[in-house]
């Protein structure tokens, strides 16, 4: 039993120190080279780093922010929140024009990222008949955006109903600001 236990040790240490981590020369130098192209500037204080898949950029250590978020930020800003009638769920001449707008938008420079749209509505009716008035609104603008040609499955809705507004004011200029749909992206 004793021989047992000491080859399966014995076997179980060779397994475990057999492999090392460590590349090898030809390894490490592409990756010196590769790593050499990333970083685009040094500095005592800040590292910029070049790579398509991600972008950071750090300073003293601390990762201020992912590039592709402030795109995506960027971008958002672009898009103009679509609005609605009172009650209404179809999209005038008006609106449809800004959603051409976002859809060659989203076709080019945001094409990799999903849509998310957000239907919301003024403080008017109740919680449950906002809410699927809220998804009424982002299904036509999703349908707007597929007949632009933004391909379905890169969009996603969302209804908030009343509970996002922007504008907190009694007043019909702010419930009509309230009555829209909201373009966000993710990654």
């Not at 076997?11 to 475990?16: D, F, M, N, P, S």
């Not at 076709?107 to 849509?115: G, K």
């Not at 996002?164 to 019909?172: A, E, I, Y």
Request: with cysteine; proline share 2%.
């Amino acid at each position: 039993m004793k021989k047992v236990i000491i080859s399966s040790v014995a076997v179980a240490l060779l397994l475990l120190t057999g492999c090392s981590d460590s590349p090898s020369p030809s390894d490490s130098s592409i990756n010196q080279s590769k790593n050499a192209s990333l970083v685009e500037n040094v500095s005592d204080d800040s590292v910029s780093v070049i790579d398509d898949s991600v972008n950071i950029i750090a300073e003293n250590d601390n990762v201020i922010a992912d590039s592709s978020e402030m795109n995506m930020a960027s971008l958002e800003k672009k898009m103009s929140s679509i609005h609605f009638a009172f009650d209404e769920y179809s999209i005038d001449s008006q609106m449809q024009s800004k959603i051409s707008q976002s859809a060659k938008i989203l076709n080019s420079v945001a094409n990799r990222f999903i849509i998310k749209l957000e239907g919301n509505c003024d403080e008017w009716g109740s919680d449950e008949y906002n809410f699927a008035l809220g998804l009424k609104r982002a299904d036509a603008v999703k349908k707007a955006l597929i007949a632009e040609g933004v391909k379905t499955n890169r969009i996603t809705m969302v209804s908030y109903g009343e509970s996002n507004p922007t504008c907190s004011d009694k007043s019909q200029d702010c419930w009509a600001k309230n009555r829209r749909v909201d373009f966000k992206l993710l990654p």
